[in-house]
Each structure stands twice: as structure tokens, then as C-alpha cells.
């Protein structure tokens, strides 16, 4: 039996892919092309909650960037890893500049509200993937059951349910929202 090799993508390949004519994303794992399908309303208007507060946050206090909309970010090298988390925020300690492609340094805090198709053992994985890249805090937003976990160490998370007030620890001081608020209508 014969078995054929396939080249594994690079970033940059990724990178010169055309947009997806069915709307789909794409993140590439390991070298290769992963298709998801676009995001429903709800999880669009969660990211955009998240975004909104943490990036106001951010810009009064000049404290760096945060992105939305699954920007990519090289988590892996040989083979390549680009993930788009939902929301992220990167401090201008640690990306004093913006890069002209892909973000190339991790960021400080990756968001994830999860869809109706994801398993825990996709959550699991990237888990992993963000803090084997260095990733401070990872944030797992759950619209089915209107909570957020924080994860400030791998697949240790603390729960915050829809009555509390989560914060941004020491990677964004000061920091505060009520998780009511990610789910208002």
C-alpha cells in the first residue's frame, strides 16, 4: 500500500489564500487548513460586548490593543499554527507595534465565546495551543449557559456565573465587567 505525503501550509501560505466565497473561517493547525462555519448572531453580538468593553478599556488607559473578528495570530512554528480567537488583547510591553501581517507574539489574553458545534475537546485543544505559546489568560465565554470561565493557568479555570463581576487580574488592573452584561438583550 502506498501512502501520499501532503505539504503542510506555512503562515504565510495561509496568509495568501483567498477569502472563502461561502463566508466560512479558516484556521490553519499544524500545517493544515481547518474550515468552520461563520459565527451565528448571538456569538457575533457576545464578541461584540467583549470587544467594546475591553477594548474601551484598553484605549483610555492606553494600555495596547485588542483585536476582534478572528484576527490571526502564529501560535506555532514548523509546522504552523494560526488561530483567530475572538477577541484578543496584547499589551504594548509585549507588542509595542503593530505587525504588518499576523501577529507573531501571543497575546495576553485570547477570548473565545464558544458556538453550538464546539466540543470540550476542541476547547481543550486550544487551550493548549495558547498557553504552550504563552498566552496569559484565556477567556471562555459560554452563550448556552451565560457564564465566562478564566483560565490564568491550562485547563484551570475559574467559573463566573451570570450574577457575578469577573476581572482583568494582573494582566489588565482594574479592569471589571458584569457577566450579566456579555448576555443582556
Known sequence: MTTIAH???????????????????QELVKGEVVIMPPP?????????????????YVEE??????????TGVILERDPDTVRGP?????????????????????PDIAVEVLSPTNTMRQIDAKLREYFFADVREVWVIDPEYRNITIFREPLEGRLYKEGATFDGGEVLPGFTCPVADLFAQ
Not at 451565528?40 to 474601551?56: E, F, K, P, V, Y
Not at 494600555?63 to 476582534?68: A, C, D, P, V, Y
Request: proline share 7%; aromatic share 8%; glycine share 8%.
Open 7 to 25: 505539504k503542510l501550509m506555512t503562515a504565510e501560505e495561509f496568509a495568501a489564500l483567498p477569502e472563502p466565497l461561502d463566508g466560512s473561517q
Open 40 to 56: 451565528q448572531a448571538r456569538h457575533g453580538i457576545i464578541c461584540s460586548r467583549i470587544d467594546r468593553r475591553l477594548g474601551i
Open 61 to 70: 488607559n492606553n494600555l495596547g490593543w485588542t483585536t476582534s473578528n478572528d
Open 86 to 106: 475572538d477577541v484578543a488583547f496584547w499589551s504594548i510591553a509585549r507588542q509595542p507595534e503593530l505587525p504588518a501581517g499576523y501577529f507573531e507574539i501571543p
